[in-house]
C-alpha cells in the first residue's frame, strides 16, 4: 500500500500537525455529540420552564380564581333554588297565582306550554308559560316586576298591553308569555 | 567547539551518491576562497537505512532542520547515448521526446528529465546550428522523485541531483587534459545484470552498446568454479577475497571482457584513437579487484587514477579524521569539483542550463520544498492549532452550557416541585370553576333578558309628552311596537313626534337597548286634531 506508506511518512515528517489535526477531528466529533446533547437539555429547560412560568402565574391568581369560585358556587346555588320543574305544573302555576294575588291582577288565562329540550349538554331547560293579565297600570306593573324580580328566574319572551275594551274602566290587558328555569 | 564559534557563516553540507552496490556520503563545508573540505565520509550499503540515519544524526546535529544536499544518482535506467542531431530543430517542442522515443525505444519521454549536451565539452547544447553529434542525457521523472522523496524522507534537501556517471566523465575528461594523454578512458560500470562501457576520446564521449554481462555473470563463473550453491555465500566470498579468488579472478570476469574487447576494438579500428586505460567506476573498495584482472582479459591497463592527487587540483581538501579515498570515491567527489557552495538556508535553486560542464541538475523542483516550507508548516501548524483551539473552546462552551441549563432545570424542577400540591389544588379549583362558568353560562344563555320590561314601560311612560297616548304595547325577541295618538295638529304633531323620537333615542334608559327607534306608521284619525302613531323599537340582541 505506497498510498499508506506515504502517508505514515507524512506523518512521521509532520507530528505536531498530525496531532493537532487529530486533536482538532476528535474535538470536532465530539463537538457535534455535545451540540446535540446541549439541544436536548435545552429543550427540557425550555419546557421545564414554561411549566414553571404557568405554576407561577397560576399561583399568583390563585387568590382571584378561590373569589371567583366562591361568587360562581354562590350563584349557581341561587340559580338551583330557583329552578322550577317541568313535571310540577300546579306548584308552577300556583306561582304564577301566588303573584297575582300579591299584585291584585286577574289571570283569566293562565297555561303552561310545552317545553322544547334544553341545548346540548344543558343541565337546564326554560319552560313556557301563557298568560292573560287583566289589572290597572299599576298593578301590572307591580306583577310584572315582581315575575321579574321574583324568587324564580322568569325571561319574558313576548308581550301585548292595551287598554282595555271597556273604555269607562282605566284597566289594562296583558298578553304574556313568559320562560322559567327549569332542570333539564 | 571554540572553532564552531568562529565558524558560525560556513555551514556543512552533505554529499550523497546512490549507485548499484552502495550509498556514499560526505559532510563537506566550503571556506571563502573556494576551497572544499570533506569532513568525514561514511559508506553504507543501499537497504541499511539505519546506519546511514545514525552516522547523519552524528554527523549533523541540527537534524531538525533541512539539510543541504549534493546528490549523485546512479542508475541502471539512466539515458546516456550519443546521438546525432539538428540542434536547430531543439526549439520544436518534440523534437527531443520524439528523437528519444524513435532511437531508444522510450514509451514516455515526456515522463522524463532529458539533457543535451556535447559531447567533447560537456556543455549545453544551443539550438542553433547543423548536424551534430550530442550525448544525451535522461532520467525517469519517477525514478528521480524516489530519490527525491528519499532524501527528504531523512530530511536531507537536494540542492542538486545529478546522474552520477555525467561529472564522472567530466572528472576524467579533465585529467585526460591536465594529462596530456593522447589515448581513450574506457570507464565500465558494472550493474548487475549488465555492463556498460562509455569511451572517453578525443571526439568526446562514445556509448557503444552495454553488454549482456554484468556482476551476476562474475557471481556464477565464481559458484561454478568454487562448487558453491549458495547465492550469498559466494558473493560474500566475492567481496571478501583471499588468495584463491584474486588468482582465479580473471576466469570470474572472463566473460565481460571477452564481450567489452569488441567494442573496444571496434572503436579504435573506426576512430584510430588507441584505447588507454579501463577504469572500473562504483565499484566498493571490496569489489575494486574487479579491475585489474578485467583490464587484463581486455589486454589494457587499469586505469591508476588516484582521489588523493586528483582532489587538491580541483579544490578538494580531506579532513584528518577522514579515511583514505578510493577511485569509486571519484563519482561523488566529481559533484564538487568546481562548486560553489549552496548558502545557508536559502532555496534550493533551480536547475539551470548555464551551469558547470558535465553538470546536469535532474531534480523536480516542483515536488521539492523551499523556503516557504517553514512558512507553510508554521501555518499549517498555526492554522490546525487554532482550529483546534475554537473546537476546544467549542466543546468547553457546549459543555458550560449544557451544565448551566441542566441546573437551571433542576432548580425549576425543585421549584415547581415544592409548589406541586398547591399548583394541583388550583388546577382542580380551575377546572371546578371552568365547569360552573360553563353552567352558569347555559343559564345565561337561557334566562337573560335583553331588558327588565317593566323598567322599559315605566321609563316609557315617564318620556310621554302631554297631549300623547299609548294605546298597545307589543314586545317580541326581536323588537318592541307601541301604538299611540297625539292630540295636536298635525304639522304641531309631526314635530313633538320628532323630537320624541329623538328623546327616546338619546334616553339614557331607553337609546342603547336599541339599535334603531323609528316611527313606522302616522295617520290622521277621524278626529281632525288627533294623530296616531306607531314606533318601533329594534333590539340590538335580535336573532
Known amino acids: ?184 | 567547539m571554540l572553532s564552531d564559534l568562529f565558524n558560525r557563516g560556513t555551514r556543512r553540507s552533505l554529499l550523497v551518491e546512490i549507485n548499484s552496490y552502495q550509498t556514499l556520503v560526505a559532510s563537506f563545508s566550503q571556506s571563502g576562497n573556494g576551497t572544499t573540505l570533506i569532513e568525514s565520509a561514511g559508506e553504507f550499503a543501499n537497504q541499511d537505512e539505519g546506519s546511514l540515519r545514525e552516522w547523519l544524526d552524528g554527523n549533523f546535529e541540527k537534524r531538525k532542520t533541512w539539510v543541504p544536499a549534493i546528490c549523485s544518482y546512479v542508475s541502471p535506467e539512466m539515458l546516456l547515448q550519443r546521438e546525432s542531431i539538428q540542434p536547430r530543430k531543439l526549439t520544436e517542442p518534440d523534437y527531443l521526446t520524439n528523437l528519444v522515443r524513435e532511437q531508444f525505444k522510450i514509451e514516455n519521454p515526456e515522463s522524463w528529465k532529458l539533457k543535451l549536451l556535447s559531447p567533447v565539452e560537456g556543455t549545453p547544447i544551443p539550438p542553433e546550428g547543423s548536424v551534430r553529434p550530442a550525448l544525451i542525457c535522461g532520467m525517469a521523472n519517477a525514478e528521480v522523485h524516489q530519490v527525491q522523496q528519499r532524501m527528504l524522507d531523512f530530511r536531507l534537501m537536494p540542492y542538486r541531483l545529478e546522474p552520477g556517471l555525467v561529472p564522472l566523465l567530466g572528472a576524467l575528461s579533465e585529467r585526460q587534459i591536465h594529462s596530456n594523454d593522447k589515448r581513450a578512458v574506457v570507464v565500465v560500470i558494472i550493474e548487475q545484470e549488465h555492463t556498460l562501457a562509455v569511451i572517453l576520446g578525443k571526439e568526446g564521449v562514445h556509448t557503444p552498446t552495454a553488454v549482456s554481462h554484468g556482476f551476476s555473470s562474475i557471481v556464477q563463473s565464481a559458484a561454478k568454479e568454487f562448487a558453491i550453491t549458495d547465492d550469498a555465500e559466494i558473493r560474500h566470498r566475492l567481496h571478501h577475497p583471499d588468495d584463491e579468488v584474486m588468482l582465479r579472478a580473471t576466469k570470474f570476469v572472463r566473460a565481460i571482457g571477452r564481450e567489452l574487447k569488441p567494442v573496444i576494438d571496434s572503436y579504435e579500428m573506426t576512430t584510430g584513437q588507441p584505447v588507454g586505460e579501463i577504469f572500473c567506476a562504483y565499484l566498493p573498495t571490496t569489489l575494486a579487484w574487479i579491475a585489474e584482472p578485467l583490464a587484463l582479459v581486455m589486454g589494457r591497463t587499469a586505469s591508476t587514477f588516484s582521489c588523493r592527487e586528483w582532489m587538491p587540483g580541483v579544490g578538494i581538501e580531506v579532513g584528518p579524521n577522514v579515511p583514505e579515498l578510493g577511485p569509486h570515491w571519484i563519482g561523488p567527489l566529481s559533484l564538487l569539483a568546481g562548486l560553489t557552495a549552496p548558502k545557508g538556508d536559502s532555496a534550493p535553486p533551480a536547475s539551470t542550463d548555464t551551469e558547470r560542464p558535465w553538470h546536469v541538475d535532474v531534480r523536480l523542483s516542483g515536488d521539492l520544498p523551499n523556503t516557504k516550507l517553514v512558512g507553510k508548516r508554521f501555518f499549517a501548524g498555526t492554522l490546525a492549532g487554532t482550529l483546534a483551539a475554537l473546537a476546544a473552546t467549542g466543546a468547553v462552551l457546549q459543555v458550560y452550557q449544557t451544565r448551566s441549563y441542566e441546573a437551571d432545570t433542576v432548580f425549576w424542577q425543585a421549584q415547581m416541585a415544592e409548589k406541586q400540591k398547591l399548583f394541583d389544588d388550583l388546577q382542580r379549583d380551575s377546572r371546578v370553576l371552568s365547569q360552573k362558568t360553563a353552567r352558569l353560562d347555559f343559564a345565561y344563555n337561557l334566562m337573560n333578558p335583553p331588558y327588565e320590561m317593566s323598567a322599559f314601560v315605566l321609563n316609557l311612560g315617564r318620556t310621554l309628552p302631554p297631549h300623547m297616548r299609548i294605546t298597545r304595547i307589543e314586545g317580541s325577541d326581536a323588537r318592541v311596537v307601541i301604538n299611540g295618538a297625539l292630540r295636536e295638529p298635525s304639522e304641531e304633531a309631526s314635530r313633538t313626534l320628532g323630537r320624541y323620537l329623538d328623546e327616546l333615542r338619546h334616553a339614557p334608559a331607553i337609546g342603547p337597548l336599541f339599535t334603531s327607534i323609528g316611527l313606522t306608521a302616522m295617520q290622521r284619525e277621524e278626529d281632525a286634531d288627533t294623530l296616531s302613531f306607531e314606533i318601533t323599537f329594534k333590539l340590538k340582541t335580535a336573532p
Open chain 1, 1 to 184: 500500500m505506497p498510498v499508506m506508506k506515504q502517508f505514515f511518512a507524512l506523518v512521521a515528517r509532520r507530528p505536531v500537525v498530525t496531532v493537532l489535526v487529530t486533536l482538532f477531528v476528535v474535538l470536532l466529533v465530539a463537538n457535534y455529540f455535545l451540540w446535540q446533547q446541549r439541544h436536548t437539555v435545552t429543550l427540557q429547560h425550555e419546557e421545564v420552564v414554561r411549566r414553571g412560568l404557568e405554576v407561577a402565574k397560576a399561583l399568583t391568581d390563585q387568590a382571584r380564581t378561590k373569589t371567583d369560585l366562591t361568587q360562581l358556587q354562590d350563584a349557581l346555588a341561587q340559580i338551583d333554588r330557583s329552578l322550577v320543574v317541568e313535571g310540577e305544573m300546579e306548584v308552577n302555576l300556583g306561582y304564577f297565582y301566588k303573584i297575582e294575588r300579591l299584585s291584585r291582577v286577574r289571570l283569566s288565562q293562565l297555561n303552561q306550554l310545552s317545553a322544547l329540550p334544553g341545548p346540548d349538554g344543558s343541565p337546564y331547560r326554560a319552560v313556557p308559560f301563557s298568560m292573560h293579565v287583566n289589572g290597572t297600570y299599576a298593578q301590572i306593573m307591580n306583577f310584572v316586576h315582581q315575575l321579574e324580580t321574583g324568587p324564580r328566574l322568569v325571561r319574558i319572551r313576548t308581550y301585548s298591553f292595551v287598554r282595555s275594551a271597556d273604555v269607562k274602566s282605566k284597566n289594562l290587558d296583558l298578553d304574556l308569555t313568559a320562560d322559567l328555569l327549569a332542570v333539564q
